[in-house]
């Protein structure tokens, strides 16, 4: 396990920055403004935003985008291997996400903003959390790190028209 695998370290903090540029970029073009981030060590290995605008497709959420387009080099990989791999996703991730992480044999998932700061439109079943979504995984429950630059992630959902009005305290 790397250092600083259950809390949050610089390379955390510069990856989910990266991340966040792309969220706010593709919300720029017109495109969707969550993005997720795949990394291994410090290396960036995929970026990509939500692709529901371009393809219509429900989903094209940024972690599937991901998930799909790495799987052959995922499926390549041992599972200690896997333990050095970081998911960065701009919203905390869903229930349809979890469900595809956990699949994929990742371990460790850090995220900006979670499902409560936005509107009921950004979640996919209202209460339930990616802690409570964890404990239920069959394949293990992973390392969430969630609320990493929480406030740039508001911004994100507030320029979408999602933020919610008021917030539930932590």
Known sequence: MQPGY???SSVDEKMMARTLAYANAALDKGSV??????SRRDEILDLEHNQFQE???AIDHAEMVVLRRMARYLSQLSEEEKRELTLYSSLEPCLMCMAAISFAGLKR???S???ADGTDEVTVAR??????????????PLTLLGGVQREEGREILARM???RASVPAD
């Open 113 to 115: 903003a979670y499902n």
């Open 109 to 111: 998932v850090v995220f």
């Open 33 to 38: 403004g969550i993005a997720a981030l795949l």
């Open 6 to 8: 259950n809390s949050i």
């Open 161 to 163: 028209g999602k933020l």
């Open 127 to 140: 209460g339930l959390t990616s802690e409570q979504v964890n404990q239920a995984l069959t394949r293990g």
């Open 55 to 57: 393809t219509r497709d």
